[in-house]
């Protein structure tokens, strides 16, 4: 178990919807990353928070959005959803001030249908 | 920018024999390195890291690897396999920064390993 909680576990939707996935880091951990694993691009970063503040972004797509609440939790929200949204989508935590190391949770899966 | 290479997708080693997977980087700096697991329907395990000093080095569940700068490699290594090793396994790098806390992974494609018995 490596500290950092998503939910829901699985989630199934149709094309068009919209969806928030959530992740709770570490405790203490203020950097939260998200990635996005897909059978077509592998796993993927798509953007990263740090106390609150967006901090690097990567391949994430304008129909996705995330925020960093005050307590750290995150979550990543997903619209106007595409058959090609389809994936595993995993939110990772790491600690301040220490040299990288990232702690994954174990995964939303995203099902559109 | 950056990139990782795994050259081999699948692997398939009997249990108890040896086990290397291969991993070649692209960066402009040595990076950090990582090695993680993942079994079916779960999420990345961290087996091992390099982030300087010995180029060897010891990970969880027996793994180990050995860093080689002259051939931007990071292969990962075990010198018996058991039967609950069969996972997918990913090499990736991250920047070598001052500042931490802004590090994204940059992952391979990963190396699917099965073991017969």
């Known amino acids: 178990d490596s500290g950092v909680t998503q939910t829901p576990k699985h989630l199934i939707t149709a094309t068009g919807q919209r969806v928030t996935l959530r992740c709770s880091p570490r405790s203490g951990d203020l950097s939260v990353y998200w990635y996005q694993q897909s059978l077509d691009q592998g796993l993927q970063f798509l953007i990263q928070?740090?106390?609150?503040?967006?901090?690097a972004k990567g391949n994430i797509l304008e129909r996705f959005s995330a925020q960093q609440f005050p307590d750290l939790h995150s979550e990543l929200n997903l619209s106007s959803l595409e058959l090609g949204d389809s994936a595993l989508y995993f939110c990772?935590?790491?600690?301040?001030?220490?040299?990288?190391?990232?702690?994954f949770g174990p995964g939303t899966r995203l099902t559109v249908t | 920018a950056q990139s990782v290479t795994q050259p081999d997708i699948h692997i398939t080693v009997s249990e108890g024999a040896s086990l290397e997977l291969r991993c070649n980087y692209s960066?402009?700096?040595?990076?950090?390195l990582f090695w993680y697991v993942q079994s079916p329907g779960q999420g990345l395990q961290l087996l091992l890291k390099y982030f300087s000093g010995d180029t060897l080095v010891q990970g969880i569940k027996g793994f180990e690897a050995e860093f080689k700068r002259s051939h931007s490699s990071v292969n990962l290594r075990k010198p018996s396999v058991h039967w609950s090793d069969a996972a997918e396994y990913f090499c990736a790098v991250a920047p070598f920064r001052g500042d931490f806390g802004n590090e994204k992974l940059t992952f391979g494609t990963g190396t699917r390993l099965t073991i017969i018995p």
């Open positions: 960066y402009g700096a040595t990076p950090y």
């Open positions: 928070y740090y106390n609150g503040e967006e901090r």
């Open positions: 990772a935590s790491s600690p301040h001030r220490e040299a990288p190391k990232q702690y």
